[in-house]
C-alpha cells in the first residue's frame, strides 16, 4: 500500500475537528498513490480525501491551492481545499503538510473508448482556457533542464540496447527546448492519467491529484494525456481513441500551426518525462511495499512514438 505516513485514529480526529464536518466515522489508505499518502475519509457531513504531501517543496503547495480555487470557480469537476472553521486551508498532520478535500464521485477508467477520450479532450481544453489568459506561474519540477540533468544519470540503469533511444530523446529535447518553450501557454495538469480521472458512467466527474500541474505549454499537457488515453498495449497509438481525443479539445480550443509542427516531438517529450521518472521510482523504491509504474511502459511508447502518423486536426 502507498501509504508513506501512517496516521493513528487519534491524530485524525483531532485534524478534522476544526472542519466543522462533524464526527470521523472511518479512514483508510488508498494504495494507488504512488508519491503522496492519501486517504478517504468519511466524516458526518460527506466523503472526503485527505492528502499527506510527502514530495516537493511546501513552499509550492499555495500555487496548488489557489490553482484549484481557479478551477473550481470556472465549474471544472476538481477537488479542492476545504477550509477550517477560521478559514485555514493548508494545515499539518503527522508532520506533513495535509489538505482535506471533497472526495469526488465515479471510478477510473482502465479500458477507455472514444466517448472517453472526448470527455478528457474537452476536460483538458477547458482547463487551458480557464487559465490562458493569465496563468498561475509555476515551473515543472520535471520539466525539460529535469530531463536533460537526470537522464545521463538514469543512462546508467539501462541496458545497452535501450541507451540510444535514451540519448536520441535528450538531444531532441536539447535541439527544440526553446521552440517548445515559445509554444502558446497555461496551466497544465501534466498528469492526466486514466488514474487521474473519474466517470459515473460516461460522464467525466473529476479530476484528480494536481500535484505535478505547473506552468507550460498547452501541447505538453495534450502529449501526456494522448500518450496513456490512446496507446495500445504494443506502445502504438490507438487511431480512433486519438482522433477523438484532439478532436473535442480542438473544438474548444484551435491548435496553433507550430504546435503541429512540433506534435510528435511533443509527444516523444512527454514520454520521456515518464520514462525518467519511473526509473528513478524504481530504483529509489525497490524493495518498498510502494506501488512502483512499469518503466517499460514508456519505454515501449517512445519506441512507438519514433513515427507519429496521427496529425493534429484543423491546425491553422
Request: aromatic share 8%; with cysteine.
Amino acid at each position: 500500500m502507498s501509504v508513506f505516513t501512517p496516521l493513528e485514529r487519534h491524530e485524525l480526529e483531532a485534524f478534522v475537528e476544526p472542519y466543522g464536518l462533524g464526527r470521523l466515522l472511518d479512514f483508510q489508505g488508498i494504495a494507488e498513490g504512488s508519491e503522496n499518502s492519501n486517504f478517504f475519509v468519511s466524516l458526518e457531513q460527506g466523503e472526503f480525501v485527505l492528502t499527506l504531501v510527502e514530495r516537493g517543496s511546501a513552499d509550492d503547495l499555495p500555487f496548488f491551492i489557489q490553482l484549484l480555487d481557479v478551477l473550481h470557480a470556472a465549474d471544472l469537476p476538481v477537488p479542492y481545499a476545504l477550509r477550517t472553521t477560521d478559514g485555514k486551508a493548508l494545515r499539518k498532520l503527522a508532520e506533513k503538510p495535509a489538505l482535506l478535500q471533497p472526495r469526488l464521485p465515479g471510478k477510473h477508467v482502465q479500458e477507455p473508448n472514444p466517448h472517453h477520450c472526448t470527455e478528457v479532450g474537452k476536460l483538458l481544453a477547458r482547463l487551458h482556457l480557464a487559465t490562458h489568459d493569465k496563468p498561475l506561474i509555476r515551473r515543472s519540477d520535471r520539466g525539460l533542464d529535469w530531463m536533460l540533468d537526470k537522464g545521463p544519470d538514469v543512462a546508467l540503469l539501462l541496458p545497452d540496447e535501450q541507451l540510444p533511444l535514451l540519448r536520441d530523446a535528450l538531444a531532441e529535447v536539447a535541439k527544440y527546448k526553446a521552440r517548445l518553450l515559445d509554444l502558446p501557454a497555461a496551466n497544465l495538469h501534466a498528469d492526466l492519467f486514466r488514474d487521474n480521472a473519474l466517470f459515473d458512467g460516461p460522464h467525466l466527474t473529476g479530476v484528480i491529484d494536481f500535484y505535478n500541474a505547473c506552468s507550460g505549454p498547452m501541447l505538453y499537457d495534450l502529449a501526456i494525456a494522448v500518450n496513456d488515453w490512446c496507446s495500445k498495449a504494443d506502445g502504438q497509438l490507438d487511431a480512433h481513441l486519438t482522433q477523438a481525443l484532439l478532436a473535442a479539445y480542438a473544438s474548444l480550443r484551435p491548435f496553433h500551426a507550430a504546435e503541429a509542427e512540433l506534435w510528435p516531438i511533443m509527444l516523444r517529450v512527454a514520454c520521456l518525462r515518464f520514462w525518467l521518472s519511473r526509473l528513478i521510482a524504481a530504483q529509489a523504491f525497490a524493495g518498498q511495499e510502494v506501488l512502483i509504474h512499469d518503466p517499460e511502459v514508456f519505454h515501449q511508447r517512445l519506441l512507438a512514438r519514433k513515427h507519429v502518423q496521427i496529425a493534429l486536426p484543423f491546425a491553422l
